[in-house]
């Protein structure tokens, strides 16, 4: 039976903390599509503070957030955006930007630690004076920090570089911050200096923070007056908010100190799991809360048989493609919790090892 359960398939698995039950529970609420929930207004007040920009926006999710964004700075139809391969936008939010906004991807190589060539962008922006042929450019999307990079995270430096380019063609630029709270903590930088650069930028709330929904957009008063809109279009408009609002509220006063914390405990995970002998994982690239591993083909194991030992075992991880694995820290994983998951690791691998006669 199993009597421990230790989830690292991802930071969105995090569940309520009973101060946030409390604080929803007794939110004051109205209706915020028509404008009047306090709850969410102060919410969105606080979010536009920290990311420095004049307005703020809550959405239900990430991806709704970054769809709205993009169909925001590219309202007309066939517009083409610059993005990274290997970015949240395109890989995994079902081509939102192209079905339902006609909007063109144009895909730019990530590196591993998930920038793109500065030379390779620029290569990238269409000649206006060839429209007849080509979409128009009229947007790049970065994201810090990148997820399928591994948590890296980008800096201010490189982030104002990417926005002076944009600048100099008349582009826009937006930030996918999904996790910006974990670049500013593991970077040291505040966040309203990470997005300076930026037009527009998105914030999760559920993913480190803890909270149970949502995602807020910021950017200018007038990008925010279009994003409405585009919300209430989208379905995303909800009427007495300030219940999931209230939540959020409490995540960014508890949690955001606690990140420094996750941070740290994937450090010892991955150092952790770079000791055993049948794994490969690049210490360097665990800046954040997000570890990958690599299983070495001499162990005799795949990574959904080693997804299913660790299960048996009470541990939750995710397979990342052939051999890789993908885990994911958060404020309800304890250092006993990694400590018990190093273990598990081990007994699988050397036991598979063995069986396989210790090729």
């Not at 969105?12 to 529970?25: I, Q, S």
């Not at 939110?27 to 306090?38: I, K, M, R």
């Not at 890789?324 to 036991?351: F, M, N, W």
Request: aromatic share 4%.
């Amino acid at each position: 039976m199993v009597t421990r359960r230790v989830d690292l398939r991802s930071d969105t698995v995090t569940k309520p903390t009973e101060t946030m039950r409390a604080a929803m529970a007794s939110a004051e609420v109205d209706d915020d599509v028509l404008g009047y929930d306090p709850t969410a207004a102060r919410l969105e007040t606080e979010m536009a503070r920290i990311m420095g920009k004049e307005a703020a926006l809550f959405v239900p999710s990430g991806t709704m957030a970054n769809l709205i964004c993009v169909l925001t700075h590219c309202q007309i139809r066939g517009s083409e955006v610059i993005l990274g391969d290997y970015s949240h936008i395109h890989i995994y939010e079902n081509g939102g930007i192209s079905t339902i906004g006609g909007v063109h991807p144009r895909t730019v190589k990530n590196n591993e630690d998930g920038t793109m060539d500065i030379n390779l962008i620029e290569e990238a922006i269409r000649d206006p004076s060839f429209e007849i042929c080509y979409p128009t450019t009229r947007l790049i999307c970065l994201e810090n920090s990148h997820a399928h990079s591994g948590g890296r995270c980008l800096s201010v430096e490189y982030t104002d570089e990417v926005g002076d380019l944009a600048k100099k063609y008349g582009l826009k630029l937006h930030i996918d911050g999904a996790r910006i709270f974990n670049a500013s903590v593991a970077l040291g930088v505040p966040v309203d200096r990470l997005v300076r650069a930026a037009d527009s930028v998105t914030a999760c709330l559920s993913k480190g923070l803890g909270a149970p929904a949502g995602t807020v957009i910021a950017g200018s008063k007038s990008f925010i007056s279009k994003a409405k809109i585009l919300r209430k279009t989208l379905g995303g408009a909800m009427r007495q908010v300030g219940v999931i609002c209230a939540a959020a509220l409490v995540a960014l006063g508890e949690n955001v100190g606690k990140l420094e914390s996750d941070h740290k405990k994937a450090k010892i995970l991955s150092e952790g799991l770079n000791k055993i002998e049948g794994l490969k994982i690049n210490l360097a690239s665990v800046e954040t809360n997000i570890v990958y591993f690599d299983i070495l083909e001499e162990v005799g194991i795949t990574e959904i048989e080693l997804v299913k030992k660790l299960e048996a075992h009470g541990i939750l991880v995710m397979a990342e493609g052939r051999l890789k694995i993908r885990l994911v820290i958060h404020h309800q994983i304890s250092e006993y919790d990694v400590q018990y998951t190093l273990s598990c690791i081990q007994k699988a691998v050397t036991g598979m090892k063995a069986e396989n006669g210790g090729n």
